[in-house]
């Protein structure tokens, strides 16, 4: 499978990070320092839910659990990067850790029937009008619409209440592109990727998630220390 890289000058750069005790921060072009998508909304998101489960399970076993879910998406991430990047050639396939191509295999159907224009993979971006910043999975043609394109990863399937956070973070990755590009975007794609095996996929609008989103930001800059 090939995909096509749709080059746009105006996303010729990339900005680097700086992790603090507070967050991530990016060092935008303009000379300013925005707190990246994940940083706002663990910051101003319910956290109680977290709370008692680690409680439940041992603060030990938390930390291994949720290591262990860092380094599942890591893995997801790039081998679905090295697939559109056309890296990942039938051998490195029949090379990888089973577990690895069980993930790997719940996404590659929904990139070959749906993605053809590839726009941002990977892809640093920023917004003066919401302050904010961050690194987008993908952003692609999806059914023939420009498309932000999400990738995670989980034990079990996701119920839609629990992960709105995911949709208002691709709302902002959305909103950041068009900032920069003058290209709207209108959809939202969530691809997730279970360890028993059954893929999740969540199609849904931006607008459905923008004005929770300013609410957020707004949350999080009231807060902030100055």
Known sequence: MTFNFVKLPELDFDLNAENTDKGRYYNAPNGQKYPSVTTVLSAVTDKSFLIKWQERVGEKE???????????????????????????????MKTLMPFDKMLFNQVRPNLDKFVTDVYCLEQALYSTQLKLAGRVDLI???????????????????????????????????????????????????????????????????????????????????????
């Open 62 to 92: 938390a930390k291994k659990i949720t290591q262990k879910a860092a380094n599942r998406g890591t893995k997801l991430h790039k081998l679905s990067e090295d697939y559109l990047l056309g890296n990942l050639t039938d051998f490195k």
């Open 140 to 226: 692609a043609r999806w059914k023939d619409k420009i498309t932000v394109v999400d990738f995670k990863t989980s034990i079990k399937e996701k119920k839609e209440e629990w992960i709105e956070h995911y949709f208002i973070q691709c709302s902002a990755y959305a909103t950041m592109f068009t900032e920069i590009t003058s290209l709207p975007i209108e959809d939202i794609v969530l691809v997730i990727a279970t360890e028993e095996q059954l893929p999740q996929l969540f199609e849904r609008k931006v607008y459905n998630y923008t004005e929770k989103l300013h609410k957020y930001i707004n949350t999080y800059h009231q807060a902030a220390p100055n």
